[in-house]
């Protein structure tokens, strides 16, 4: 049964740059597209972008400017970095697996991520 | 504010049936498939339907959905106190090139 594990700080300043970690387990990162989406507290979800396991990513426009999102095969991981971060970014975080064009059937439990002044 | 509209709550009483209900647009749900989530409180999303009326293994024909249109709907039958969560519809926009989420429906069984 594949696993994912989000991993990374729960604290991060304001301005500085959120940096987390998927790693995948039980199953290969290879022929699937890997997401981030995160949920702020008592709101929605909302998508951040998705990386293939060749690298290709794509990401929402509401936050291209500020997000990279990379994948390492060899580590079975993925990673995202959201720069210049505010306290709008304090949110769930989660990491999980497309199976096809935005159908997510694999999800990470998802870590909180607090944005401090 | 969302791109895909659903109704902030709904309610029915344990063995009732429900719909929920997420419109689009062209752009978005008009030209590609849609999935369901189920949130239970302080837990992950979880696939419940993919693909506009698809459940993936494990989950019981309770829950169905379907699209027409820009519009999708998920019904769950025979409500059980368990099935209460939030429920999000999700899909890709072609316009956007990205993904999109409903704001989410709070489902209570009374």
């Known amino acids: 049964q594949v696993q994912l594990q989000e991993s990374g700080p729960g604290l991060v300043k304001s301005s500085e740059t959120l940096s987390l970690t998927c790693s995948v387990s039980?199953?290969?990162?290879?022929?699937?597209?890997w997401s981030w989406i995160r949920q702020p507290p008592g709101k929605g979800l909302e998508w951040i972008g998705y990386?293939?396991?060749?690298?290709?990513?794509n990401y929402n426009p509401s936050l291209k400017s500020r997000v990279a999102i990379s994948v390492d095969t060899s580590k079975s991981q993925f990673s995202l970095k959201l720069s210049s971060v505010t306290a709008a970014d304090t949110a769930v975080y989660y990491c999980?697996?497309?199976?096809?064009?935005?159908?997510?059937?694999?999800w990470g439990q998802g870590t909180m991520v607090t944005v401090s002044s | 504010q969302s791109v895909l509209t659903q109704p902030p709550s709904v309610s029915a009483a344990p063995g009732q049936k429900v719909i929920i209900s997420c419109s689009g647009s062209n752009s978005d749900i008009g030209n590609n498939y849609v999935s369901w989530y189920q949130q239970l409180p302080g837990t992950a999303p979880k696939l419940l339907i993919y693909d506009n009326n698809e459940r993936p293994s494990g989950i019981p024909d309770r829950f169905s959905g379907s699209k027409s249109g820009t519009s999708a709907t998920l019904g769950i039958t025979g409500l059980q106190t368990g099935d209460e969560a939030d429920y999000y519809c999700g899909t890709w926009d072609s316009s956007l090139s990205a993904g999109v989420f409903g704001g989410g429906t709070k489902l209570t069984v009374l």
């Open positions: 039980g199953g290969s990162i290879s022929s699937y597209y």
């Open positions: 990386v293939f396991y060749t690298g290709t990513t």
């Open positions: 999980a697996r497309d199976r096809v064009l935005f159908s997510f059937d694999m």
